[in-house]
């Protein structure tokens, strides 16, 4: 059965975190997920996040749905919203971190400094690790880093955002994954991690948890 839990709080003033969850509209079971970040300090860091966010999640359920299963498919996309993002005179910069999940399977692609770690009973991997922090999403010349990952389940999906590992630290990060099963619990434990290191959070807090157990619902 799968589990989606989130947590999104600001640091110092706005939070300029963004992200949306959604089903496929011709495929129930193939989930499509964006998160980004705002760039700090620039105008039109919120409105880049919102958009970034709004029109790669449309631009995909527009899509066939078995096209999705396709790194290449989810660079394109993310292509064509740093070309529309560059067209907006009211949008700044962003990461932006897109992709879909069908049963075992999980193919996106992603630019910035947001992250997206896997976790299965057999590996654990970061699967946005070569991904090119700039140019940016909006300044019409970002590189899409297209990633695939098999997913056994039972399987944990984490979405995130700079002030979640910065400041949590992966070690921690990958440790409250693996054995804190609970997504709710798990959240609250890589928070607690995040403000221990500071005292309280330097930066916008965005971490999404996508779990599945494996057992019928």
């Known amino acids: ?49 919102q958009q970034a966010c709004r029109l790669i ?12 299963l396709w790194t290449q498919k989810w660079e394109r996309l993310l292509g064509r919203i740093d070309r529309a993002l560059r067209a907006n005179a009211d949008a700044g910069f962003t990461t932006l971190i897109a992709f879909a999940v069908k049963r075992n399977k999980l193919f996106g692609a992603a630019c910035g400094d947001s ?4 976790v299965t009973a057999r590996d654990v991997q970061v699967l946005t690790k070569g991904q090119m922090k700039n140019p ?35 070690d921690q990060i990958r440790e409250k994954a693996i054995e804190v099963r609970d997504p709710e619990a798990m959240i609250e434990s890589i928070r607690g991690a995040a403000i221990r290191s500071t005292g309280s959070l330097q930066d916008d807090f965005t971490l999404l948890v996508i779990c599945e157990d494996g057992k019928k619902k």
């Not at 959604?22 to 039109?44: E, R, T």
């Not at 999640?57 to 999705?68: E, G, I, K, N």
């Open 1 to 49: 059965m799968l589990n989606i839990v989130s947590d999104t709080r600001p640091g110092y003033g706005e939070n300029e975190d963004v992200f949306m969850v959604q089903w496929h509209p011709k495929a129930p079971d193939l989930l499509l997920v964006a998160i980004a970040d705002g760039q700090g300090g620039q105008p039109g860091a919120k409105v880049a996040a």
């Open 57 to 68: 999640l449309q631009a995909a359920a527009d899509s066939r749905p078995w096209s999705l």
């Open 115 to 118: 992250a997206l770690m896997a």
């Open 136 to 170: 940016p999403v909006g300044s019409g010349r970002a590189a899409a880093f297209g990633f695939k990952f098999p997913l056994a389940p039972p399987w944990t999906i984490l979405a995130m955002t700079d002030g979640v590992w910065k400041f949590a630290g992966w």
